[in-house]
């Protein structure tokens, strides 16, 4: 029967020979482990063996080496056998040979199935090395030219212009890798202010385009610095357009969104700055812009700094870095017209070859993947009749006398009285127009003139659409 002490606690069979001996263990753990040794160690585990702290493994600095690299096939082979007999404990012969405790037990079983099949000369595989073919030749003399040159190529336009135009795929890391063992590489690279603004992106393509505009000396060293528009969607990062303009104009916002419109269709919001193109600074006030995308139920969300917008920011940084460095190395181009061609080459690769970080895929798949999900929230191009009166520069005229109206240095005849005040519609194609009112909603324009060739528009007896 089990006896209770003056507290009432129950004691065992040798409950005072237990208390002194959880006492000892316990004295044991606070003063430090005793070491005991593996079964076949000479002498065995003592009860008078000193008390040590736990040895902490610290392993040698050359473990990045091949192990064959830092011991010899005969010193790995004794010190194994020594280990299978019991002689090393576990973490001396880690010690010793400078290795994990998972590699040790795999190098001891190959040593087994070694010697049990009669190889007393095993010795531990190799793994690793350089088995990459040599670059071609023309990559390498690119990559020279590329990385030399004033202002060099980043590393990453160097390995995407690479591929694109030899079909060498390399990537950043290892033109950068090649650059500094072949002194190539950049001396000072340019600090990036980090942005500490989280804002998550969209789910659904053509939910949230980012647009914005940014001055740059895009065609070299010594070139004006003009403006270039971008716009990006927010949930696949696909740039659906990039084009420099000579002036950041109203006129320029609209040729560029009507051409991003046709081509990709219309999205729910444009997340913008609060530029006086986007923004009016009146309390409740409106822009030209902005009415025209409220036409058509597009709504502007403003941005109140550059790091909220960060996406499209990161974007101008791209091709800051990207077009006076290829403009520099294939020349500047005859004209905006031949120099946004090459600009548009550019952005397609980039978004159908180039990787995104985040999303792990290139623009272009992410946009197909959201696609074929169904997350999708573009709208086509409405068959609107307004449509090609919203998308130009509209000015209010005074018709002249006999029923003109001056367009540049021309004078056009119109069906209209002189003194009335009549709307001018420069198109983005150049062609002119007059119409008699303002657009609205669920009426037809009236098309006093206009030298648009006649199936330009697509206008019919009625509109399509009914607002």
Avoid at 69 to 93: K, M, W, Y
Avoid at 106 to 114: D, F, G, I, T
Avoid at 347 to 361: Q, S, V
Wanted: proline share 7%; glycine share 8%.
């Amino acid at each position: 029967m089990a006896r209770r002490d003056s507290g009432g606690r129950r004691q065992g069979a040798g409950g005072a020979r237990g208390r002194q001996a959880r006492r000892r263990r316990g004295a044991g753990r606070q003063a430090g482990r005793i070491q005991a040794s593996p079964k076949g160690w000479p002498g065995g585990p003592s009860r008078d063996a000193p008390r040590l702290p736990p040895r902490r493994i610290v392993y040698p600095c050359e473990m990045n080496k091949q192990l064959l690299n830092r011991r010899s096939a005969l010193h790995i082979r004794h010190v194994l056998e020594q280990f299978n007999d019991g002689l090393f404990p576990t973490e001396e012969a880690m010690l010793e040979l400078g290795v994990s405790r998972s590699t040790l037990f795999a190098l001891r079983k190959e040593w087994l199935s070694a010697t049990r099949a009669g190889n007393t000369e095993w010795m531990p595989g190799t793994s690793g090395g350089n088995h990459h073919p040599p670059w071609p030749d023309e990559a390498v003399r690119f990559l020279r030219e590329a990385l030399s040159g004033k202002p060099p190529f980043s590393y990453a336009f160097a390995a995407s212009e690479v591929e694109r135009l030899l079909g060498f795929r390399a990537d950043r890391a290892q033109v950068r890798k090649w650059a500094i063992r072949n002194g190539l590489a950049h001396h000072n690279p340019r600090q990036r202010e980090n942005r500490h603004w989280r804002r998550f992106h969209r789910t659904s393509v053509g939910e949230l385009m980012q647009l914005d505009a940014t001055p740059h000396a895009w065609f070299g060293h010594g070139s004006p610095q003009l403006p270039m528009l971008n716009m990006l969607d927010d949930c696949s990062r696909m740039q659906v357009g990039g084009v420099v303009y000579a002036n950041e104009t109203l006129d320029a916002y609209i040729h560029f969104l009507k051409k991003v419109f046709e081509t990709f269709g219309l999205p729910l919001q444009v997340f913008v700055d609060q530029a006086p193109v986007f923004k009016s600074p009146l309390e409740g006030g409106t822009t030209r812009l902005k009415n025209r995308l409220d036409f058509y139920g597009i709504s502007f969300i403003y941005a109140n700094s550059p790091q909220a917008k960060g996406k499209i920011e990161r974007l101008h940084q791209v091709w800051q870095d990207r077009l006076p460095t290829f403009f520099a190395k294939n020349g500047v181009p005859s004209s905006l017209e031949s120099g946004n061609e090459a600009i548009s080459n550019l952005i397609a690769w980039r978004n159908g070859h180039e990787r995104h970080r985040e999303t792990g895929m290139t623009a272009q798949e992410a946009w197909q993947k959201a696609v074929d999900e169904g997350r999708n929230k573009l709208r086509e191009r409405p068959k609107c009749p307004w449509w090609e009166y919203i998308w130009s520069l509209m000015t209010t005229v005074n018709v002249m006398p006999r029923g003109r109206v001056l367009i540049g240095s021309d004078s056009v005849p119109v069906n209209a009285k002189a003194g009335e005040r009549v709307i001018l519609c420069n198109h983005t194609d150049g062609t002119h127009s007059v119409i008699k009112e303002w657009p609205r909603k669920g009426t037809l324009p009236i098309v006093l003139f206009s030298d648009r060739p006649k199936d330009a528009d697509t206008t019919s007896g009625q509109p399509t659409v009914r607002f």
